[in-house]
């Protein structure tokens, strides 16, 4: 079973930056989309960013002009470069992998906390 996991997450000042990582292990074909989502308590997750296999991005009104989103596929790794962050970026940020056959895989979550 594919595994996904998370790093990178951590306690910044508004202003800051941060860098996640996500990196996909054990039996795989290939890997369609990846991607980065969040959710704050008591609210929905939602889409951050996402890149195709050929690195096509999408991002979220809200992140367009901070984040960005890379991936390697030779390490089966994507990124998330986060600067100029918010209170309103705290969440725990999710990575995605659409897996081929597998489908979609969740990683375990990475805790962002952006203070005042």
């Known amino acids: 079973q594919v595994q996904l996991v998370e790093s990178g997450g951590g306690l910044v000042q508004a202003g800051g930056s941060l860098r996640l990582s996500c990196s996909a292990s054990?039996?795989?074909?290939?890997?369609?989309?990846m991607g980065w989502y969040r959710q704050a308590p008591g609210k929905q997750r939602e889409l951050v960013a996402t890149?195709?296999?050929?690195?096509?991005?999408k991002y979220a009104d809200s992140v367009r002009a901070r984040f960005t989103v890379s991936r390697d596929n030779a390490k089966n790794t994507v990124y998330l470069q986060m600067n100029s962050l918010k209170p309103e970026d705290t969440a725990v940020y999710y990575c995605?992998?659409?897996?081929?056959?597998?489908?979609?895989?969740w990683g375990q979550g990475t805790q962002v906390t952006v203070s005042p």
């Open positions: 995605n992998a659409d897996l081929l056959l597998f489908g979609d895989r």
């Open positions: 054990g039996k795989i074909f290939g890997i369609n989309a």
């Open positions: 890149i195709s296999s050929d690195g096509k991005t």
